[in-house]
């Protein structure tokens, strides 16, 4: 069965039709996300403590201004930790509870929002995009599936056309300075590829392998005939990543490999399903009612709203943020932005930092805890805000950043100047590029 196959009849009826499965192995995943659950929850809850500290990045801003999520007190949060691990155990016993399945997204979102680097992770992203889903699940035909193939399309694609247009990956540039600075590889892969140094047309050459491999799976596991050698070539890339890439991406691997099987029906309810869908088609043709959109209803409009988050959030980075894609560092292009590996961070490092007093004198930043790699437009507006809070008497404040990317051939300054904060002013950050 081709899960992309159109509808014969274009109605509002047969378009929301097509969201709707049978449960196939939905248990398996809501198992699987129990304990992926497990270390992203980890992940999020430190950063939510601000991490390496001394102060949070929010995760979400518009222009210069964060939605600022606070923290409970920490009685309250010991309380959420403790259900958010009973909430994981429910889902590893394989139970269908939106209960347990909403707590945990909530936790994830909520959580995550009080810091960039706790939603940057995009399997991070990818469980709240499966969690949402299966909080449609009703042991019966329903949109969860179809929403979680419609995630793992996103991820593919989006990160496909991402590489695509920018040139420091088609080039081959960002694959090398990965792996010949070894800045994205596990201890296994230092040690394996650490002296690897084939040349730039071989970085070229799988940069673009990388893409149409991208493109491919993004397409091939909606047809039956190409899922299993889609599934072939995914194990192929993601066992890689597994092994030569930082550990954590191990998470990656799994949420991706897990989200694969909403696309593999099971053949005994796909059969039922479609004698049901034929029952339907008599009965509405009785009555005249081929155009009644019977799917119309509270679940079929939730689940085009998360769809519609699924694809829109991410390309906010083409349309929200004000700055080119090419001129962008990594983490400006967080949070949820699939731009997996498009270039390399290689050092940041600040050519001046210092706020002034209301007597005009300068006072040197002490660089210190996350100071040392901030990168991004949010990071440097997080720490002008940090100084001001910090230093009453501060009255501007004027950084200086030097990001070296893809081994040095693309040097970029970020200078940002902010004046204490009012209602009528906001930081101003200019950026200047250098390539090599």
């Known amino acids: 069965m081709d899960l992309i196959k159109a509808p014969r009849r274009l109605t509002l009826n047969s378009v929301l039709a097509w969201l709707y499965l049978p449960p196939g192995y939905l248990t398996f995943i809501r198992i699987i996300l129990g304990i992926i659950s497990i270390p992203d929850g980890m992940i999020v809850f430190n950063w939510a403590h601000g ?33 958010y691990g009973l909430s994981c155990l ?35 992203m990818l469980n709240m995009c499966f969690l949402a889903a299966l909080l449609f699940d009703n042991g019966k035909i329903s949109c969860s599936r179809r929403i979680i ?40 892969g230092k040690i394996l590829l650490g002296n690897f140094r084939p040349g730039i047309l071989f970085y070229e050459v799988n940069s673009w392998i990388i ?64 004698e049901e869908a034929k029952e339907e088609v008599k009965e509405e043709a009785k009555e005249g009612q081929q155009d009644k959109p019977s799917f119309v209803r509270t679940q079929s409009f939730l689940a085009l709203i998360v769809i519609l988050v699924i694809f829109v959030v991410p390309l906010r980075t083409w349309l929200f ?17 699939y731009h997996m590996f498009v270039i390399g961070h290689y050092t940041s490092k600040f050519k001046d930092a210092y706020w002034t007093d209301d007597k005009g004198e300068k006072h040197a930043v002490n660089i210190e805890g996350r100071m040392a790699r901030a990168s991004s437009d949010s990071e440097l ?31 970029q300054t970020k200078i940002l100047d902010a004046t204490a904060p009012s209602n009528t002013s906001a930081p101003h950050i200019e950026t200047s590029n250098q390539y090599r």
């Open 51 to 83: 991490g390496p500290g001394p102060y949070n990045v929010y995760a979400w801003r518009i222009g210069t201004r964060f939605f600022e999520f606070p923290l409970p007190p920490e009685w309250f949060n010991i309380v959420v930790y403790v259900a």
């Open 90 to 124: 429910v889902l590893i016993a394989g139970r269908k509870s939106r209960i347990a399945t909403g707590f945990l997204l909530a936790c994830l979102f909520l959580y995550g929002s009080r810091d960039l680097m706790a939603h940057s992770p995009h399997y991070i």
């Open 149 to 188: 193939q419609l995630a793992i399309f996103g991820c593919y694609f989006l990160s496909a056309i991402n590489k695509l247009v920018y040139p420091g990956w088609m080039e081959g540039f960002s694959l090398q300075s990965m792996f010949e600075d070894a800045s994205a590889l596990s201890p296994m």
């Open 211 to 274: 893409v149409l491999g991208e493109f491919f799976l993004a397409f091939a596991f909606f047809f039956s005939k190409l899922r299993k050698p889609a599934a072939i070539i995914g194990v192929l890339l993601h066992g890689f990543i597994t092994v030569f890439m930082e550990p954590m991406l191990i998470i990656f691997s799994a949420i991706m490999m897990t989200g694969w099987l909403a696309f593999f029906p099971k053949p005994a309810e796909e059969k039922e399903a479609k």
């Open 321 to 337: 943020m004000g700055t080119h894609p090419n001129a962008m560092t990594p983490f400006d292009r967080m949070p949820w932005s």
């Open 381 to 411: 507006i997080a720490l002008s805000d940090y100084l001001f809070r910090k230093y009453d008497s501060a009255r501007t404040v004027h950084l200086a950043l030097i990001d070296s990317l893809n081994s040095g051939r693309w040097l």
